[in-house]
C-alpha cells in the first residue's frame, strides 16, 4: 500500500474550471484501485461547502505567515472510496465564483497568499506534522497552486517523494517581489536558480526546479516544452531536468463519459448501435434551435474560449466554413471579445451556427453524443480531453496537431482507412487555411455513411482508461522515493 497524498486546486464533481479537475477526480480513483492509499488535497471553496454535507474535522493548525487558524477536514469524492482532505481557511476559499478568478474574470487579488498558505498546509500535512498516523510516502503536486510544496519540502529532514504534474505551462503563478515579501517564505527561494524568474517570484518554478519527478500529460508536450515555442521562457530549465521529465496521457473516466449508460444524454449508444446516435444529433439540433437535418454534418466545440484553443482561427475561418452545408454548436466561456463575436456570428447565421455562452456539464455530455464532428484546433493542447470524449462517443475529432492531440488521434489518409487506424482528422498549421482545408477532408467522408461509420467505431474501440496511465505513475513514484 502506497500513501499518495494527491494535492490540486480543483477535482470534479467538487469543484471544476478545466480538465485539470477531471484528471484530480479520476486519477485518484484509478490509483487506489491499483492499491494505492490516497488522500486528495483540496481547498476548502465556497462551491465546495455548499455541495457538501458529510464533513468531519479532523484536525485544527496554523501556518507562518498567515493569522488565524486552519482546519483540516475529511470527506470523500462523491461515489468514490477516495478520501479528501479540505483546507478550511474561510479568508482565502470562502467566496463565491471560480477559484481563480473574480466576477470581473481578473485573478483574485490574494491568489499568491491563497496558494502559498494551500502549500504551506500541504507540506504540514506531508511530514506528518498534522496528522500523525498518515504518512504520504508520495506528493504529487498538480499546476502552480502547489508548486510551492516540493520547494518547501527541499529543506525538510523528514520528506516524502514528490511528483510534480504540468498540466498548463501557460499558467505559471508569477508575482511582483512586493507580494513574495509578503509571504514568508524562507529565502533560499528567492534566487534565479529556485523561484525567482525575471525578478518576479514563480510558484510553478517552485515545483519544476524542486520535485523529484516531473510529469506532463502527454508524451508530445514533454517534448514540446523543452523548446522555445511552447516553454512560455522555462524551455531551458526542463531541458536542464530532462532526465527527470516524462508525459503520461491522460486517462479519462470511463463510467462518467460512456455513451452506453450516459444519464444525461438523449439516447444512449455503442459501438454496435451506433446508428441510434442520430437521435442525439436531432435532440441537439432541436436544442439549440438548428435545423433538424439528418445529412448536414454537425460540427460540437466545447471548452475554454482562450487563445490556446484557436478559437480565434475558427473565427477567422467561419465565412468561409459557411459556404459549405454545416452546422456548429459551440458551448464555452472565456474572453469577452471571443463571447461576443461568437455571438455575433450566431445571430447572422441561426441556420448554422448556435451557442451558449456559459457553463453546463449536461450540454458538454449531450454535445459530444450528438455531434458529428468535434473540432479542436488547439495552438497547444497538454492532453486534452475533449477529443478523447469525442472518440468514445462515436463523434470523429479534427484537430491541430499538437501535444496530446497528436498523440491521442490517428489522421485519416488512405494508409490508416485501409489498416483500419483512423480516428479523426489532423492539420499541422494553426491557421484558417489548413482548419478549413481538413475540415473539407472531413467533409467529403462524411457524405460516405460507411467509412464515416468506421472511423467512428475505430474511436469508440480505442482504450483511454487510466489503468495503463495509473500504472506508470505508480513507477514514478516509485522511481522519485529512491532520487
Ligand atoms: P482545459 O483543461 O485546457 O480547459 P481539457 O480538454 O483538458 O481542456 O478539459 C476541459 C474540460 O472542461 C472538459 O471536461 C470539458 O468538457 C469541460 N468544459 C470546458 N468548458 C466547458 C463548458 N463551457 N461547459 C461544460 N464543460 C466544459
Ligand atoms: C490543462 C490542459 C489540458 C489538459 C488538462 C488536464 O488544463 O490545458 O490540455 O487536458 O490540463 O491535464
Known sequence: M??????????????????????SGSLPQALNKLNCDVRVLLPYYQEIKNKLENVKQIAQFSVSGHAGTISLLETRLPDSEVK???????????RPG???????????????????????????????????????????????????????????????A???????????????????????????????????????????????????????????YAREIQTAEFGFGLEGLLKHRADKLSGILNGIDMDIWDPANDPLIEQNFSVKTLKEKQKNKTS???????????????IGMVGRLVQQKGIDIVLEALPDLLQESV?????????????????????????????????????????EAGADMF??????????????????????PIVQGVGGLLDSIVDTNTQTQKNKTATGYIFTEATPDALLKTLKRAIETYKKPQTWRSIARTGMQQNFSWEESAKKYIQLYEKAATL
Open 84 to 94: 479528501v482532505w479540505l483546507i478550511d481557511y474561510p479568508k482565502a476559499f470562502d
Open 284 to 298: 441537439l439540433q432541436k436544442e439549440f434551435s438548428l435545423p433538424v437535418e439528418n445529412d448536414t454534418p454537425l
Open 327 to 367: 452546422q456548429l454548436v459551440i458551448l464555452g466561456t472565456g474572453e469577452k471579445k471571443y463571447e461576443k463575436a461568437i455571438k455575433q456570428f450566431a445571430t447572422q447565421h441561426p441556420k448554422q451556427i448556435s451557442a451558449l455562452i456559459g457553463y453546463d456539464e449536461t450540454l458538454a455530455h449531450r454535445i
Open 98 to 160: 471560480n477559484p481563480y478568478l473574480d466576477e470581473q474574470g481578473l485573478p483574485w487579488p490574494d491568489n499568491a497568499e491563497r496558494y502559498a498558505l494551500f502549500s504551506k498546509a500541504a507540506t504540514l500535512i506531508a511530514t506528518g506534522q498534522i496528522i500523525a498516523d498518515w504518512k504520504p510516502g508520495i506528493v504529487h503536486c498538480n499546476d502552480w497552486q502547489t508548486g510551492l510544496i516540493p520547494a518547501l519540502l527541499a529543506q525538510q529532514p523528514q520528506k516524502p
Open 375 to 396: 473540432l479542436m484546433p488547439s495552438r497547444f493542447e497538454p492532453c486534452g480531453l475533449n477529443q478523447l470524449y469525442s472518440l468514445r462517443y462515436g463523434t470523429v
Open 2 to 23: 502506497r500513501n499518495v497524498l494527491f494535492a490540486t486546486s480543483e477535482a470534479h464533481p467538487l469543484i471544476k474550471t478545466g480538465g485539470l479537475a477531471d484528471v
Open 162 to 220: 514528490t511528483l510534480f504534474t504540468i498540466h498548463n505551462l501557460a499558467y505559471q503563478g508569477i508575482f511582483s517581489r512586493e507580494t513574495y515579501l509578503t509571504l514568508d517564505l524562507p529565502d533560499y527561494l528567492w534566487s534565479p536558480d529556485t523561484m525567482e524568474f525575471h525578478n518576479q517570484i514563480s510558484f510553478i518554478k517552485g515545483g519544476l526546479v524542486f520535485a523529484n519527478i516531473i510529469t506532463t500529460v502527454s508524451p508530445g
